[in-house]
């Protein structure tokens, strides 16, 4: 699929629909989100710079909106981060991407975890 330019810093691709994600556990994932996951596979090695990669994957509610942090470390001291916002259509920003809810951004996170075999260090946040 051709890319579509939302703007300067954001790149979309047509969407075919939300990944379908069982609760068998199967999963197939779009082809809109598997191309989003080779752009913000480039984004994130970018700025990770070797060494295992490290995660903390947390939601958090702002202004009656849902989202979800993935903020990636690595041995090197790189980091990178991605923020889901969900309840939107789809928006393939490579950092900042809008998912139909939060089960399409818990999806997209784990790809993106998944694909840099990295090891998340915390779920959520523990302080009150």
């Not at 300067?8 to 069982?22: M, P, W």
């Not at 969900?86 to 900042?96: E, I, R, S, T």
Request: charged share 15%; with cysteine.
């Amino acid at each position: 699929m051709a890319p579509i330019q939302l703007c300067e810093q954001a790149t979309a691709y047509q969407n075919d629909g939300k990944c379908e994600l069982t609760p068998m556990g199967n999963a197939v994932t779009s082809q809109s989100v598997s191309m989003w996951l080779e752009t913000a596979l480039i984004q994130a090695r970018k700025n990770l710079l070797g060494g295992n990669v490290t995660g903390t994957l947390w939601a958090y509610r702002r202004n009656d909106e849902e989202y979800l942090a993935l903020d990636l470390m690595d041995e090197l001291n790189g980091v990178h981060g991605i923020t889901f916002q969900a309840g939107h259509h789809h928006n393939f920003d490579p950092v900042q991407p809008s998912t139909p809810d939060m089960v399409e951004a818990i999806h997209m996170a784990g790809i993106v975890i998944s694909a840099l075999k990295a090891t998340v260090a915390n779920i959520g946040w523990l302080k009150d």
